[in-house]
Structure formats: structure tokens, C-alpha cells
């Protein structure tokens, strides 16, 4: 099932096409995903690091910072870690894998575990979830999208042959106006509001705002 995002960035990849008859759609939306689908394996075979590149990157910026905290074990499992003067933060570390809820959402170690991982000679891409690697990345496009074959190519199941005398479903008189091509929000949605970076209101952009800005503070004599 998509969610609000995906649901919105795929309506607008897909923008013109839906304002194409069904069948062009539909056949657009395919040659789109077939091309995808070929970039993305081509491109996952050519990798050849355990972590896909954007992970790959983000993990050695972590690790450059990691490298600069200082570790300190408090048990078998427990770890105190922390950078220059500040508090220190507990990293709770079992059998290798991190319990913090950093991991639990971004599925990848926060600075002080990898420190951890570090100070205990562990592997940092081994915190990292499975699904940032590589092989998951080539897995999520093993598959191939072939193109359409003509109709008369088709093979047709006989279940499927006995409902095409099915006709479409009545449909109704257009109402006035304009079709519709803006989704509609979902409950509990809401847009939100422009900001102007230039006097901090909203409800407007630096490029239209007006506010007249005092170029010095005024300062008055005693």
C-alpha cells in the first residue's frame, strides 16, 4: 500500500499521462517502469561495495565524526560514549546489534553506536540494516518488465475468454466544469504555510515580500 508521500510523488511522475486515454496511459506508465527497472539493475550490478552508494556515503560521514568519541564500557553489553565535554550517551549493544531507538527507525547507527562498533573491532556496515545493502538493492529489481505482445499473441485463460461479452459499467452524464487534476487531501493533511525568510511572517516568499525592514536599530539619546 502507498502512503500520502509516495502516493503524491507518483502522481506527479505520471502528471501527463493521465490526461492520456486509459490504454496510452497505462502503456506509458510501463515503458517508464521498464526503463527504470533496467537503469536501476544495470547500475545495481556495476556497485560493488556492501552498502549502496548513498548508504556507503553516509556511513563513512559517520564514521569520520565516530572516530573523534570517546568509548567507555560499562558491562558486556553496555557502552558510555561521548564527544568532548558533553554528557555521556549509553549505547546498548547486543550481540552485535544496536538496541537504541535511533536503529529501531532509521534502520542505520547513529554516531555513538558506530563508536561502539569501533571500539569493539565489529564491522560498522554489519549496524546497518540488510536492506541498505547492495544484494537487497539488486534483489529489488531482479525482475523484468516485458513489453506488451501484439493481441492477437495473447494466451488468454478460458475462465478469462467467457467474460468479455461483459460490457463497461454505465456511466453517467458529465458534470460542468473542469475535470479535476490536483489531488484532493487526505483527512488530517494539511499544507504547509510559506514562511518569508527575509521578516519571518507567513502566508508569503522573500520574492513577494513588501515589509519595509529598518536598515539600523534605533537608538535614542539620553
Known amino acids: 500500500m502507498m502512503t500520502s508521500n509516495n502516493a503524491e510523488s507518483f502522481n506527479t511522475l505520471f502528471k501527463k499521462d493521465r490526461e492520456l486515454p486509459i490504454l496510452a496511459m497505462l502503456e506509458n506508465i510501463r515503458e517508464k517502469l521498464q526503463q527504470w527497472f533496467h537503469d536501476h539493475r544495470e547500475e545495481s550490478q556495476s556497485c560493488i561495495s556492501v552498502l549502496t552508494p548513498a548508504q556507503k556515503d553516509k556511513l563513512f560521514k559517520t564514521l569520520q565524526v565516530a572516530r573523534k568519541v570517546y568509548v567507555e564500557p560499562l558491562d558486556q553489553f553496555r557502552f558510555s560514549a561521548r564527544c568532548g565535554c558533553n554528557f555521556g550517551y549509553i549505547v546498548y549493544l547486543n550481540d552485535n546489534t544496536c538496541m537504541n531507538r535511533w536503529f529501531q527507525f532509521e534502520s542505520f547507527s547513529c554516531t555513538y553506536a558506530m563508536a561502539v562498533t569501533l571500539y569493539r573491532g565489529i564491522p560498522p556496515h554489519t549496524l546497518c540494516s540488510a536492506y541498505y545493502t547492495?544484494?537487497?538493492w539488486r534483489a529489488a529489481y531482479t525482475e523484468t518488465i516485458f513489453s506488451v505482445p501484439n493481441e492477437a499473441e495473447w494466451e488468454v485463460p478460458d475462465h478469462i475468454l467467457s467474460l468479455n461479452n461483459l460490457l463497461p459499467p454505465p456511466v453517467g452524464p458529465r458534470t460542468p466544469g473542469r475535470t479535476r487534476t490536483s489531488r484532493l487531501p487526505s483527512t488530517g493533511e494539511f499544507s504547509?504555510?510559506?514562511k518569508c525568510s527575509r521578516c519571518g511572517t507567513i502566508?508569503?516568499?522573500?520574492?513577494?515580500?513588501t515589509t519595509q525592514i529598518p536598515l539600523h536599530d534605533n537608538i535614542t539619546d539620553v
Open 203 to 209: 502566508r508569503h516568499t522573500r520574492r513577494f515580500c
Open 192 to 194: 504547509r504555510p510559506h
Open 134 to 136: 547492495t544484494g537487497s
